[in-house]
């Protein structure tokens, strides 16, 4: 019969405290316990690995060289039971997210930063990613949440709940203030030079549709890669463009940018999280996510 684990254990601390009588103490057991044990595991592996005498316990050359590989392996455990133990009281650990900057900067800051504050021990990777790389990054296991913007599209391993609803605002700068003296139409958009996120993005995609719709061509002339960039590019007058109404208020407020009001109605986008139902998660992950959701942790706990 094998030796088992408890075996090599009482081996590890009879030989780190030379004694049957000291180790027993360690481990919360008996001498004759320790002794008996000890004698099953010599009888097992077929060799003496101690050497009893009036002075106390030594290791054998066959002691020796067992008790090299059982002290690593008792390390091991060891340790990784602590680094568990940190894990799961969240002192440790470290979470993956995918967002895409608009989901960042609206909500997702405010949440981690909160996270952070009471558990400063765990590590944050955040990922800024458009929302269609996000969901494919949390699918093939990259990330371990998505907090993305709508429209978003997924697999049926994933679930969405939704989080906040913003609206966005056409705004332009100085050299465009003419146009917020009056509503106008989607169509006449095509008259003035347009920015907007790049293609890839959700944003780009929900305009395309919402052009489609009213029957205009989505063309932008100005494409960038961070909602950032839209409001500064406006802001330089290269154009006009579609940006959160929160995002641009203080820029509103100075009066380097203006808003551009329309007939059409620019229909609510959702800031949305995404998680994999078919991957477990780590204490650290669920924690983070409870608190993503806010006030309303129930929602993120549906199956």
């Not at 049957?20 to 592996?45: V, W």
């Not at 697999?155 to 050299?175: D, H, K, M, W, Y």
């Not at 293609?199 to 919402?210: A, N």
């Not at 929160?246 to 009001?261: E, F, G």
């Amino acid at each position: 019969m094998a030796a088992t684990y408890d075996y090599y254990r009482i081996f590890y601390f009879v030989a780190q405290q030379k004694s049957f009588t000291r180790a027993a103490e360690t481990i919360g057991s008996n001498q004759p316990n320790i002794t008996r044990c000890m004698n099953n595991l010599e009888h097992e592996l077929g060799c003496k690995l101690f050497v009893r005498s009036n002075r106390g316990i030594s290791l054998t050359p066959e002691g020796e060289r067992l008790y090299s590989h059982v002290a690593l392996a008792v390390e091991q455990l060891r340790i990784g039971e602590e680094e568990l133990r940190k894990d799961c009281s969240l002192e440790q650990g470290i979470v993956t997210i995918g967002t895409s900057e608009t989901a960042l900067r609206l909500l997702l800051l405010d949440r981690l930063t909160a996270f952070h504050r009471q558990y400063p021990g765990v590590r944050l990777r955040i990922i800024n990613q458009f929302t269609p790389q996000a969901s494919d990054a949390l699918e093939s296991g990259q990330i371990e949440l998505a907090v993305a913007t709508s429209p978003v599209s997924h697999g049926q391993n994933l679930r969405e709940t939704a989080l906040l609803s913003f609206r966005e605002i056409l705004v332009g700068g100085p050299s465009f203030y003419q146009l917020t003296r009056e509503r106008h139409h989607l169509a006449e958009l095509t008259e003035y030079p347009l920015v907007s996120m790049g293609s890839g993005s959700s944003t780009y995609e929900h305009y395309q549709l919402l052009f489609l719709t009213h029957n205009v061509r989505f063309r932008p002339d100005v494409e960038v890669t961070t909602m950032d960039q839209v409001l500064q590019t406006v802001e330089h007058n290269l154009g006009v463009g579609f940006v959160p109404e929160k995002y641009a208020a203080l820029a509103l407020a100075h009066d380097r940018v203006r808003q551009i009001k329309l007939e059409e109605a620019i229909p609510e986008r959702k800031i949305v999280l995404l998680e994999d139902r078919t991957r477990p998660q780590s204490i650290a992950v669920a924690t983070i996510k409870r608190m993503i959701c806010g006030t309303e942790p129930a929602a993120c706990d549906q199956k």
